[in-house]
């Protein structure tokens, strides 16, 4: 499997930008692919992710982040808005389950290697 993740940068407080994870060699669908995130000494932790069908968002994106794919170029997106410094950390896509106890967590498949977000305030 390759995973390819781009889109992260450095942006302002407030401002926007939109992750993208191109794989090859694994099918995306609506389901077992999301976004995880690590900050500087903080454990990593789920963003967002699909499951039987349906998004899920952890409580800091909720109504500022917004997953989705693209089946025709096999690309899974995270779109981020008003984005605040504490969203500031290393993004990765990878194979991902969900419950309602631990939200997103990541699952055996594939692990894309990062791409650094700064929001600067």
Not at 42 to 68: L, N, P, Q
Not at 100 to 112: I, M, P, Q
């Amino acid at each position: 499997v390759q995973v390819v993740e781009s889109g992260g940068g450095l942006v302002q407080a407030g401002g926007s930008l939109k992750l993208s994870c191109a794989v090859r060699g694994f099918t995306l669908g609506p389901s077992g692919v999301g976004w995880f995130r690590q900050a500087p000494g903080k454990e990593r932790e789920g963003v967002s992710c699909f499951s039987d069908g349906s998004a899920f968002y952890e409580d800091s994106a909720k109504g500022r982040f917004t997953i989705s794919i693209d089946n025709a170029k096999n690309t899974l997106y995270l779109q981020m808005t008003s984005l605040k410094p504490e969203d500031t950390a290393e993004y990765y896509c990878a194979t991902s389950r969900y419950s309602d106890a631990l939200g997103c967590y990541e699952d055996a498949g594939f692990w894309g290697q990062g791409t650094q977000v700064t929001v600067s305030s």
